[in-house]
């Protein structure tokens, strides 16, 4: 099975009440999160599970300690690289399958086999969105830039621009940062992405 999450800002302070709280979690400080996060992956993720990782798993903190908390997380683990992303040490570098910029791939949605993109970062024209590739990414959080993103989707989805193209297929692009309502602060499946982005407001 394959599981998507993106921003989880592991060792970074300012995710949590005891820094900045930038993007609202709820946790009083990094033990807080750090415990939640592996609780849900491992309760989710098996051995031959593979997580895909759209960037920013971390921000400094010693990479001793970094090292050894993602080598206690299950499954198999592919890095889309982000921002944030450290990976200059060969230890840390070893605990991914494969490291990258950016990846297209496949995966099931309510049985239908799809194309994705994956990237860390939001791609406003990503390769085959006319033609139902479905667009994975994070860094941006919950942000104002996330709102506008979204709304210029929806405004493309909504327009002439939607007639004018050679495909017949809406953009669909998610955000997969752990803080989304929708993530939860764990990895997901692509059904469990889109389905609950659609309970979303």
Not at 34 to 46: D, G, P, R, V
Not at 52 to 72: C, H, K, N, P, W
Not at 124 to 136: F, R, T
Request: aromatic residues 10%.
């Amino acid at each position: 099975m394959n599981y998507y999450i993106s921003d989880m800002h592991l060792f970074h302070k300012n995710v949590t009440k005891a820094g900045k709280d930038f993007d609202d979690r709820p946790f009083e400080d990094l033990e807080e999160m750090h415990a939640l996060f592996k609780e849900k992956w491992n309760a989710k993720i098996t051995n031959g599970d593979t997580v895909y990782i759209l960037g920013d798993m971390a921000m400094r903190g010693t990479q001793e300690d970094l090292i050894a908390f993602v080598s206690t997380l299950k499954g198999h683990k592919v890095m889309i690289r982000g921002n944030h992303d450290d990976i200059r040490d060969q230890r840390y570098q070893q605990l991914f399958d494969e490291i990258c910029d950016y990846k297209e791939m496949r995966d099931t949605l309510n049985g239908e086999h799809v194309k994705l993109v994956l990237c860390h970062y939001p791609i406003l024209m990503w390769k085959d969105q006319h033609h139902g590739s479905i667009l994975l990414y994070g860094h941006v959080h919950n942000s104002i830039e996330e709102h506008y993103f979204r709304k210029c989707l929806c405004g493309m989805n909504n327009s002439e621009f939607f007639d004018r193209r050679a495909g017949d297929k809406l953009l669909r692009a998610y955000n997969v940062g752990c803080m989304m309502p929708y993530m939860d602060y764990e990895p997901r499946t692509l059904t469990e992405i889109v389905e609950g982005s659609k309970a979303c407001p």
